[in-house]
């Protein structure tokens, strides 16, 4: 079992690293968020993907981020499954099995 503190400090770390170390990189994506320590980005081209992992795993030589990349329209991000559709709606998928559209979450 981790430690209590640790989704608080792995937190902490990744806001700090989007905000002084990262920050240049980030507006070259079209959409970059985190959740404790993953990062989801949406970037024009592989080659800013790249540049974005080089950036993290430079930043602090301690911890080694990996990559994935979306295969056939899905891409795995935490307990879910995101897939792209033709249609401006998102879908998750998560690890319940059900559906779950993210524009009436709120409804």
């Known amino acids: 079992m981790g430690l209590p503190l640790g989704p608080l400090l792995a937190e902490i770390f990744m806001g700090k690293l ?19 320590d993953d990062i989801f980005a949406i970037a024009a081209n592989e080659t800013d ?11 602090r030589t301690s911890i080694k981020f990996t990559l994935e990349v979306e295969k056939e329209g899905s891409l ?14 998102l879908q998750l998928y998560s690890a ?11 409804e």
């Open 76 to 89: 795995p991000f935490l307990d879910a499954l995101l897939s792209r559709k033709p249609e401006p709606l």
């Open 49 to 59: 993907v790249d540049v974005l992992l080089n950036a993290v795993n430079e930043a």
């Open 18 to 36: 989007s905000k002084f170390q990262l920050s240049g990189q980030i507006h070259k994506v079209k959409h970059y968020g985190h959740y404790v």
């Open 96 to 106: 319940c099995d059900s559906l779950m559209h993210l524009l009436r979450a709120h």
